[in-house]
T-cell receptor, first 112, second 111 residues
Framework: RKEVEQDPGPFNVPEGATVAFNCTYS??????FFWYRQDCRKEPKLLMS???SGNEDGRFTAQLNRASQYISLLIRDSKLSDSATYLC?????????????FGKGTRLSVIA | GAVVSQHPSWVICKSGTSVKIECRSL??????MFWYRQFPKQSLMLMAT?????????EQGVEKDKFLINHASLTLSTLTVTSAHPEDSSFYIC???????FGQGTRLTVV
């Protein structure tokens, strides 16, 4: 199965900082793109889908560059509660009957 | 709302025994369930895809005789780790609707 690559970190940032995560994927047939958040020993939780036009949800902004096969996540005004592992995921299809392929995740620690 | 309920959340078993993990879809029907495994500091790796009423599809390198998957109804998929060994210790998690819903995960420790 084609891969998804992420910088594993850890990223240690102070509260209020802006932090950016990058992800590259090798499968050019990928059609759907996501960022998940995973807390220690828990299931991943969907943070946001990623669209070519870019999308924003509060302090979180995601971007997709299909030509470069690159996905990014920007977190502004970091909070202590943002400390977690952020997983990039891609899927070949648009529908839920094809599986997600995950990156290894990037660990973020926000420090007071 | 729609939820995938997975249990047990953790289990410790002796080498050579078998462990069954269940995932139930609540309030929706899951014709497909994905089973993942995650080792410490590693990615969630797809093990197999279970389809209601048909045989599961296993990823390369995953032994189908060791990891038995059954998807007998539209709301229940099970993964049985047979003859478990310490190297099978991992976090196992199911997912429905292409990642829209995850079970809570099962932390398996084989001693």
């Amino acid at each position: 199965r084609k891969e998804v690559e992420q910088d594993p970190g850890p990223f240690n940032v102070p509260e209020g900082a802006t932090v950016a995560f990058n992800c590259t994927y090798s499968n050019s047939a990928s059609q759907s793109f996501f960022w998940y958040r995973q807390d220690c020993r828990k299931e991943p939780k969907l943070l946001m889908s990623v669209y070519s036009s870019g999308n924003e949800d509060g302090r979180f902004t995601a971007q997709l560059n299909r030509a470069s096969q690159y996905i990014s996540l920007l977190i502004r005004d970091s909070k202590l509660s943002d400390s977690a592992t952020y997983l990039c995921a891609v899927r070949e299809g648009f529908l839920g009957n094809t599986p997600l392929v995950f990156g290894k995740g990037t660990r973020l620690s926000v420090i007071a | 709302g729609a939820v995938v309920s997975q249990h047990p959340s953790w289990v410790i078993c002796k080498s050579g025994t078998s462990v069954k993990i269940e995932c139930r879809s609540l309030d929706f029907q899951a014709t497909t369930m994905f089973w993942y495994r995650q080792f410490p500091k590693q990615s969630l790796m797809l093990m197999a895809t279970s389809n209601e009423g048909s045989k599961a599809t296993y990823e390369q390198g995953v032994e189908k005789d060791k990891f038995l998957i059954n998807h007998a109804s539209l709301t229940l998929s099970t993964l049985t780790v047979t003859s478990a060994h310490p190297e099978d210790s991992s976090f196992y998690i199911c997912s429905a609707r292409g990642g829209a819903f995850f079970g809570q995960g099962t932390r398996l420790t084989v001693v």
